[in-house]
């Protein structure tokens, strides 16, 4: 079970990830608790905004060799940059978004997806993202 969810934007922790530019950099940590251990697991990370006619899927990257420890375990990774061109900007504003950090085994069985909303608004600066924590 999910025990923590940390978003830290230019180096201090946000309450839930604070408005932030869309594509700015982001730094993730997640504590959790696993009944077993795991190796050679793997997290993925995904941006994933779903509109009338399509669904929108952004790969953010992956982190493979995880091993996951019986008890105790956090997650870390940094994105540099989130690169949203591949969506058109109408659907990022009028639609929220999904992050997903997914842990899977090394043949792929899902164990645990943490989803993280997103709302994204039209300011005079651009589109600034908010992140959601769900354990707020």
């Not at 025990?3 to 869309?22: F, K, Y």
């Not at 997650?75 to 997914?102: C, E, P, Q, T, W």
Request: glycine share 6%.
């Amino acid at each position: 079970n999910v025990t923590a969810i940390r978003i830290d934007e230019d180096n201090r922790v946000a309450q839930s990830g604070g408005p932030r530019p869309l594509e700015d950099a982001l730094h993730l940590d997640i504590d959790f608790n696993s009944d077993t251990s795991l190796k050679n697991a793997k997290w993925t990370l995904k941006y994933m905004v779903d509109v009338v006619a399509k669904r929108y899927i952004v790969e953010l990257g992956t982190q493979k060799d995880v091993q996951v420890t019986n008890g105790p375990n956090t997650f870390s990774y940094v994105l540099d940059s989130i690169d949203m061109s591949g969506i058109k900007r109408k659907h990022l504003i009028n639609n929220a978004g999904l992050f997903i950090a997914s842990l899977c085994t090394f043949d792929d069985q899902d164990i645990i997806d943490v989803n993280l909303v997103v709302q994204v608004s039209k300011t005079e600066h651009g589109l600034v993202r908010h992140i959601l924590n769900p354990l707020r």
